[in-house]
């Protein structure tokens, strides 16, 4: 079974720091492009970053490129997001997603990890 | 950035309805399009991609259409769990971009 489980959410303070981790079963992790959406409390879904499959290319959202930088570890098939300069803004609840194929649709998700930023 | 604008934000409606909902694109995309299903507390579930391809194991009452700017999401007969809020997303260039939902509930 296809699974993705993130961790690492949390309550940070203004200017904190967070690293979420997501954990991927069930199928093989090194092939596929990887993204994190978040979705803030009520709203609609954003898109925050992808990496590819070996960690080629990046890209990033601008709510959040330099504060945040996405890696994994085909090793351990894991996927990390750290997030750094934290603003009330970026809480959310944050999901890891699997890009199906060659396309940007998203056809596997995690449950998701809440950040909170309040201080 | 492309926007996507759904319509409408909120349907009330009873089961055995058809039920339609459209999705705009600010510039034509092809059919570079998604559409999602979100129950309450859960991860979004892809139902169509490539504006009307079926997920491999979503019922066949969903269908998707159009292209270029206009789409639409249609459940043939509502059933009591697609009660839910529905987002489509665009996937021809970056950022990738949702519209900002329509729900779904019952009447």
């Known amino acids: 079974q296809e699974q993705l489980v993130e961790s690492g959410g949390g309550l940070v303070k203004p200017g904190g720091s967070l690293r979420l981790s997501c954990a991927a079963s069930?199928?093989?992790?090194?092939?596929?492009?990887m993204t994190w959406i978040r979705q803030a409390p009520g709203k609609g879904l954003e898109w925050v970053s992808y990496i590819s499959s070996s960690s080629s290319y990046t890209n990033y959202a601008d709510a959040v490129k330099g504060r945040f930088t996405i890696s994994r570890d085909n090793a351990k098939n894991s996927l990390y997001l750290q997030m750094n300069s934290l603003r009330a803004e970026d809480t959310a609840v944050y999901y890891c997603a699997r890009r199906k194929g060659y396309f940007y649709y998203m056809d596997v998700w995690g449950k998701g990890t809440t950040v909170t930023v309040s201080s | 950035d492309i926007q996507m604008t759904q319509s409408p934000s909120y349907v009330s409606a009873s089961v055995g309805d058809r039920v339609t909902i459209t999705c705009r694109a600010s510039q034509g995309i092809s059919s570079w399009l998604a559409w999602y299903q979100q129950k309450p507390g859960k991860a979004p579930k892809l139902l169509i991609f490539a504006a009307s391809s079926l997920q491999s194991g979503v019922p066949s009452r969903f269908s998707g259409g159009g292209s270029g700017t206009d789409f639409t999401l249609t459940i043939s007969s509502l059933q009591p769990e697609d009660f839910a809020t529905y987002f489509c997303q665009q996937a021809n260039s970056f950022p990738l971009t949702f519209g900002g939902g329509t729900k779904v509930e019952i009447k």
């Open positions: 069930g199928f093989t992790f090194s092939d596929y492009y």
